[in-house]
């Protein structure tokens, strides 16, 4: 077998596996609308047939059993036609071939960041003592335009409780530090003294609880953090983790 015929077969096969990994994630989340509407009118055009799959697999279609997307894009790139002079050029092969990769790049690149974006709308974890618990849901009465792409924004609003389980002696929120990625990978860093104007200082046994919101311009997303705090005796600083919590619709 030739270059030009090796080619192909190592595509299929990252194909397969990469529609594998994205059916894994888009049922993890449960969220179908993994794509821009830009990315949406690029596969469109490669496959028209990805949109409606990706629903149904959100959906938990039984029909779509087993791997609907493995399937799909195995019966558009990966079953080599037999050549037929009035049908298949050495062009169209060639074109096949580079549709295949542009799929590929575009589905793998979603994959990557989709894996790492958290699935559940809930964190709890404990650093030195200190417990904080975060829970978070979409309000869709407060979507707004961005001004600037005029495009919709979703709100996501989130509820934080701080506890001084086990510390020794009371501790005082200094500072705060968020990162926050929405389902294309973008990032957006947010820092600053106290929370919501504030710096609670939490006695042990004690608990101190405020709500924040934040936007994205998806609705799917995930969100961490830390906390500075610093005792109130004997000026130890240290961090509080938040652990990652996801920005996403309510799941029906």
Known sequence: MGESGRVPIAL???LSRCAGRLQQQVIRHGYAHVFTKEEYSALSLLEPDLTSVLARVCE??????????QKLLRERFGSPQPHDPSHST??????????GFAVLAL????????EKLAYEPHSDVCTEGVRVKVSSRLD????HHNDKDSG???????????????APEPVRLVNRYWAITDITGHTQEVSGPG????HPVIEPGKS????????????????SGTYMLITTGSGRVFPAEVAPFALCPPTT
């Open 140 to 143: 869709p009465w407060l979507a």
């Open 195 to 198: 929370v919501v104007g504030l």
């Open 60 to 69: 938990g279609d039984e029909d779509c059993r087993p791997s609907p997307l």
């Open 90 to 99: 050495s062009k169209e092969a060639k074109d096949s071939v580079s549709c």
């Open 12 to 14: 299929y096969r990252a």
């Open 208 to 223: 101190y609880e405020y709500m924040s919101a934040v936007h994205l311009s998806h609705m799917k997303g995930s969100m």
């Open 152 to 166: 919709r924004s979703y709100t996501f609003s989130y509820k934080v409780k701080i506890t001084n389980e086990s």
């Open 107 to 114: 589905v793998n690149q979603r994959v990557k960041i989709m």
